[in-house]
Nanobody, 121 residues
Framework: QVQLVESGGGLVQAGGSLRLSCVTS????????MGWFRQAPGKEREFVAA???????YYVDSVKGRFTISRDNAKNTITLQMNSLKPEDTAVYYC???????????????WGQGTQVTVSS
């Protein structure tokens, strides 16, 4: 089993930055594809970003150029640096993981409890 614990959410003004972190435990971290989903009020959860074991990344179009995902395999940690935040980025952000790259965008196996990000206009 894999446990994921997020931190770093909060309230920020539009144009500002936040950095989310996710610490993992359990199943070997380096073998998992890791990523982030988010869920805005009244909307379905959506994929945000993913990173594989060697550092290859993938982003949803709406965050390209503004968000950066990274991982530290020695510390079992991934981060999401969010810059130029917009009110539409307001959501609960979830750290996710899965052994299979093909599943990370659609239905990852492991989920954290979520952290709230609120961007005011």
């Amino acid at each position: 089993q894999v446990q994921l614990v997020e931190s770093g959410g909060g309230l920020v003004q539009a144009g500002g930055s936040l950095r989310l972190s996710c610490v993992t435990s359990g199943r070997t971290f380096s073998s998992n594809v890791m990523g982030w989903f988010r869920q805005a009020p009244g909307k379905e959860r959506e994929f945000v970003a993913a990173i594989n074991w060697s550092g290859g990344t993938y982003y949803v179009d709406s965050v390209k150029g503004r968000f950066t995902i990274s991982r530290d395999n020695a510390k079992n940690t991934i981060t999401l640096q969010m810059n130029s935040l917009k009110p539409e980025d307001t959501a609960v952000y979830y750290c996710v993981g899965d052994p299979r790259w093909s599943f990370i965008v659609t239905s990852p196996s492991y989920w954290g409890q979520g952290t709230q990000v609120t961007v005011s206009s």
